[in-house]
């Protein structure tokens, strides 16, 4: 049977998912497009033959609307996502989950109390081949016990409305996902420091900085974020174990010779880098919900990120180390 999806959102992440869904995943077709600048939703919705609605309730009821992709800002996620729980529709909510805990955890508590997983948050970094091998490496034993990462994710340039705290909550919240997701297990405590700030930087803008999450077993993860180093987008991660370590391989972007040198060409965007993480996401969404399970990073995970996130932000604003608390896990996602 063919999905029909409808998306809420149709700006620069959902006009992606809208292309793809319609060019490049199996199983899917989109269906229906909501966007509060209805003169855009049209005109996307033309390209792939999807019709519009005039809001966001009228699509997560409308029949032709199998499972729903939340895409709007950020701070609309939870209520939305919250509304696709009460109709039962499956919802793949882009990330954040929501931009508070406490919203984060209303979604986490609809859902339990349902007794089954209809939600997928988009932490599309778990489908990236790179990431895949390094955690296929780590779950071998190959390289001993995890006690170290080391990560960096560097951003080209940001629009002037970039703050220092996005750069933990837009951008680092990638890692500490994949913290969690690479160690299995959670973050007990973040400190954010701030050193030297490029020239490069936007005036009000603290760039690079320097993020260190303690897991509950002790293992260090520093990651460096820098998100205007000019140069292009890039995205490293070392883990050390305890007998060798296993670093992502970044995908090649073709050779370039150049002024006197050949070397690999670095992507400018994370739209490039991550393309095939989004294709394979999606994807395996279509495939999770035609077998009847919603198996990607859940409603638990995106609280958890959101939870690091917004003690790193507190970390970063009293300078200091901050206890990263969660609730007891629902049984639904142990
Ligand atoms: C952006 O919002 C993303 O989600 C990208 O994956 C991330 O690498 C970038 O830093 C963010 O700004």
């Given at each position: 049977?063919?999905?029909?999806?409808?998306?809420?959102?149709?700006?620069?992440i959902?006009?992606?998912?809208?292309?793809?869904?319609?060019?490049?995943v199996?199983?899917a077709?989109?269906?229906?497009?909501?966007d509060?600048?209805?003169?855009?939703?049209?005109?996307?919705?033309?390209?792939?033959?999807?019709?519009?609605?005039?809001?966001?309730d009228?699509?997560?009821?409308?029949?032709?609307?199998?499972?729903?992709?939340?895409?709007?800002?950020?701070?609309?996620?939870?209520?939305?996502t919250?509304?696709?729980?009460?109709?039962?529709?499956?919802?793949?909510?882009?990330?954040?989950?929501?931009?508070?805990?406490?919203?984060?955890?209303?979604?986490v508590?609809?859902?339990?109390?349902?007794?089954?997983?209809?939600?997928?948050?988009?932490?599309?970094?778990?489908?990236?081949?790179?990431?895949?091998?390094?955690?296929?490496?780590?779950?071998?034993?190959?390289?001993?016990?995890?006690?170290?990462?080391?990560?960096?994710?560097?951003?080209?340039?940001?629009?002037?409305?970039?703050?220092?705290?996005?750069?933990?909550?837009?951008?680092?919240?990638?890692?500490?996902?994949?913290?969690?997701?690479?160690?299995?297990?959670?973050?007990?405590?973040?400190?954010?420091?701030?050193?030297?700030?490029?020239?490069?930087?936007?005036?009000?803008?603290?760039?690079?900085?320097?993020?260190?999450?303690?897991?509950?077993?002790?293992?260090?993860?520093?990651?460096?974020?820098?998100?205007?180093?000019?140069?292009?987008?890039?995205?490293?991660?070392?883990?050390?174990?305890?007998?060798?370590t296993?670093?992502?391989?970044?995908?090649?972007?073709?050779?370039?010779?150049?002024?006197?040198?050949?070397?690999?060409?670095?992507?400018?965007?994370?739209?490039?880098?991550?393309?095939?993480?989004?294709?394979?996401?999606l994807?395996?969404?279509?495939?999770?919900?035609?077998?009847?399970?919603?198996?990607?990073?859940?409603?638990?995970?995106?609280y958890?990120?959101?939870?690091?996130?917004?003690?790193?932000?507190e970390?970063?604003?009293?300078?200091?180390?901050?206890?990263?608390?969660?609730?007891?896990?629902?049984?639904?996602?142990?």
């Amino acid at each position: 049977m063919v999905q029909q999806i409808a998306i809420i959102g149709a700006g620069n992440i959902g006009h992606d998912h809208i292309r793809r869904i319609a060019g490049s995943v199996a199983g899917a077709r989109l269906s229906v497009v909501f966007d509060v600048d209805t003169d855009r939703a049209q005109e996307v919705a033309a390209e792939v033959g999807a019709r519009t609605v005039a809001g966001v309730d009228p699509l997560i009821a409308a029949d032709d609307v199998d499972a729903v992709i939340v895409a709007s800002p950020g701070p609309l996620h939870p209520e939305q996502t919250l509304a696709c729980l009460a109709a039962g529709k499956p919802v793949l909510c882009e990330k954040p989950l929501g931009t508070t805990v406490e919203d984060c955890l209303r979604v986490v508590e609809a859902e339990a109390s349902l007794g089954r997983r209809l939600v997928q948050v988009g932490f599309m970094r778990r489908y990236d081949h790179g990431y895949r091998q390094v955690k296929r490496v780590l779950d071998s034993g190959e390289v001993g016990e995890a006690v170290m990462v080391h990560a960096v994710h560097r951003n080209p340039e940001v629009p002037a409305s970039f703050t220092s705290d996005m750069s933990l909550t837009d951008s680092v919240v990638h890692e500490m996902d994949v913290t969690r997701w690479l160690l299995g297990e959670e973050v007990v405590a973040v400190t954010v420091l701030a050193g030297r700030r490029s020239p490069w930087a936007n005036a009000h803008l603290q760039d690079p900085q320097l993020v260190l999450m303690e897991t509950a077993s002790g293992v260090l993860v520093d990651v460096e974020t820098f998100v205007s180093c000019q140069y292009g987008y890039e995205v490293r991660c070392e883990v050390v174990g305890s007998t060798g370590t296993v670093s992502l391989d970044t995908p090649s972007f073709g050779a370039v010779t150049s002024a006197g040198s050949r070397g690999r060409a670095v992507p400018g965007h994370w739209r490039e880098r991550f393309a095939d993480a989004y294709r394979s996401e999606l994807q395996s969404w279509v495939d999770g919900m035609a077998a009847g399970q919603v198996t990607g990073p859940s409603a638990w995970d995106g609280y958890a990120a959101t939870a690091i996130a917004v003690a790193a932000v507190e970390a970063q604003t009293r300078r200091q180390r901050t206890v990263v608390e969660l609730v007891d896990k629902p049984a639904l996602y142990a």
